[in-house]
């Protein structure tokens, strides 16, 4: 008796199944700009948003709409990525954090740190984990500049919903720095192909859905310099947690996949399925920086711990002070506190006037708009955990 061991038989994927044919046919697709009205151009298979000429579009609810559903059928069904030049307007503000990351980077240096890398060999650039909760703390005001974008906060919602959970990681790849080997990313992304193989395929289709890749440019980057080399369309392979470590898998990779230019302020989005990886930096002074945006959807965990109590008190002063458009204001809000209710004790804390507790973004806001002590808001996110604990 001969055992059917195809996915659809036996429920799972495993990598000596994985057809290198299907993979290839379904990364052979072009754009379809019809699908995309939205977009300036596909240069590479990669639509291209300009979200100057876009920028009223955020302001109207319905718009919005519009083009995040446009985005998030580019992510599941559609090229996989996407790019949004100058999402991030406030240069100013981008060197300003890129000045506070270097300290950091010196800092953990002569602490001895070694921030490796998943997928590329250690000593080729400078990683900082955690950037996200590391610049809220050190430099507060130009955190509320950052993050006040709202074409960064309108990408992650497309895709994820309300109430995502932002981290990020900072990359320095310097010239010389290796690539990185193609890969997908997490969660499944981050197990060894026999665990891997342990989920049944109905998860390989979740695992995408749980999070956001992104990234936002602190330079300009030409293609010398090595910005993330990507492979439209690789995300539509089901397998493809299963298959991206083989040596055939990769090699097709290598020699199909594409590289855009990015100039500082733009901002690419992919999902986390796709295959990709950061590009040599044969430059010989280009010091490549990107803000790495690993996004989780409130339903699912985040991959880095965050102390995002902290980062509330850190920026409320902050906040209080300077003035931001309501759009600007939710998206550093978004960016900074817990949006979700749950886990909670609901013996503690139940839910009143509705289905579920008050968030801890619900009390920051409210902090700010009316006007709140540092003190009150200190006591209000104490009790808040204290409501929470088991």
Known sequence: MTLDTTPQATGFYHEAACDLADFAALTARTVDMSTIPNATAAPKNIPVYDMAALAGHLDNPQARNVLMVEWAAILQSGAGVFVLKQACTDHAAIDAATVAYMEIIATERAQGGAAADHFAAAGSNDRIWNSLQKLAITAPDVFIRYFATPAIDAACEAWLGPHYQMTAQINLVHPGGQAQQAHRDYHLGFQTADISATYPAHVHDLSPLMTLQGGIAHCDMSIESGPTKLLPFSQLYR?????????????????????????????????????????????TDIHRMVNLLQVSSAFGRAM???????????????????????????????????????????????????????????????????????QALDEALTALVERQIP
């Open 304 to 374: 880095e711990s965050v102390d995002r109590g902290a980062m509330c008190r850190a920026v409320f002063p902050a906040l209080c002070t300077t003035d931001l458009p309501p759009a600007a204001r939710d998206a550093v809000l978004n960016a900074t506190a817990e949006g979700y209710s749950f886990p909670t004790n609901l013996d503690r804390d139940p839910p009143v006037g509705g289905l579920a507790p008050r968030t801890q973004k619900n009390i920051l806001r409210d902090a700010v708009l009316q006007g709140w002590t540092p």
């Open 239 to 283: 397998p493809g947690y299963a298959a991206w470590r083989r040596d055939d898998f990769r090699a097709h990779f290598e020699t199909h996949c594409v590289q855009l230019p990015l100039d500082k302020g733009d901002a690419v989005f992919f999902n986390p399925a796709l295959f990709h990886a950061a590009g040599s930096n044969s430059s």
